[in-house]
């Protein structure tokens, strides 16, 4: 069982940044290819970011130039730099990982992104 937990959500203005961290837990964290998924209210879930064992990345082209996606494996933790925030990034943000093997479904909590003026 791998547990997630996300910090660093919060109210910012417009153009401001934020950067999420989701923290894992046991020691298997640099195999794992870890998601940042969000979703606004009344609203699907959606894949924001990617990151693999490896470090490739992908993001949503949405987000694309404004959000960056990381990992510092010592840490168990990966980020999701926020830039440029729009009023439409408003949303609770989940990480998410399928473990090791791609069979499993781990989600945190979720952290609260508020983009407001």
């Known amino acids: 069982q791998v547990q997630l937990m996300e910090s660093g959500g919060g109210l910012v203005q417009p153009g401001g940044s934020l950067t999420l961290s989701c923290r894992a837990s046991?020691?298997?964290?640099?195999?794992?290819?870890m998601n940042w998924y969000r979703q606004a209210s009344g609203k699907q879930r959606e894949l924001v970011a990617t990151?693999?064992?490896?470090?490739?990345?992908n993001l949503q082209d949405s987000v694309k130039g404004r959000f960056t996606i990381s990992r510092d494996n010592a840490e168990n933790t990966v980020y999701l730099q926020m830039n440029n925030l729009k009023l439409e990034d408003t949303a609770v943000y989940y990480c998410?990982?399928?473990?090791?093997?791609?069979?499993?479904?781990?989600w945190g909590q979720g952290t609260q992104v508020t983009v407001s003026s």
């Open positions: 046991g020691s298997m964290f640099r195999f794992y290819t």
């Open positions: 998410q990982t399928t473990g090791r093997w791609g069979r499993a479904d781990y």
């Open positions: 990151i693999t064992t490896g470090g490739i990345t």
